[in-house]
């Protein structure tokens, strides 16, 4: 039998192409508040994790949600995080929008999509090959 701590987790190595024809979506448990200036305040809930208990929770402060705050760049490539567009889409929207290139907006617009992915705004979802399926 193998030790639990020796195995690990891999990733799956995802192409380029693949990314690029996956869907975007928004998660639907977080709280958006908009501001005059374009910026958008994200709360993303977070579970209280199982350690935390008293009395432990006396000194460590847990807060229910994370914050993330966008500017008005950041809020008008997550409206287009709505389920229908893909990465690609996304990338030309905003490319034609401020005037760049598909590959000068390629890169920004990606590691953007990874940092929301990462803090649980969004989720991006690819298809299946096999099945045709998200």
Not at 65 to 84: H, P, Q, S, W, Y
Request: hydrophobic share 40%.
């Amino acid at each position: 039998m193998k030790n639990s701590s020796t195995m690990t987790t891999r990733k799956r190595k995802v192409s380029s192409a693949d990314f690029l024809s996956a869907v975007p979506y928004t998660n639907k448990a977080m709280d958006l508040t908009r501001s005059g200036d374009g910026s958008v305040l994200v709360g993303v809930p977070l579970d209280r994790p199982r350690w935390l208990v008293p009395p432990i929770s006396w000194v460590l402060p847990f807060s229910s949600e994370r914050r993330v705050d966008l500017d008005a760049l950041g809020a008008t490539v997550l409206d287009m995080c709505d389920g229908i567009n893909t990465v690609e889409t996304i990338i030309e929207k905003f490319a034609a929008t401020h005037k760049l290139s598909f590959r000068e907006a390629q890169l920004p617009v990606t590691q953007f999509l990874q940092q929301l992915t990462e803090r649980g705004v969004v989720a991006v979802v690819g298809m299946d090959k096999e099945t045709g399926e998200s």
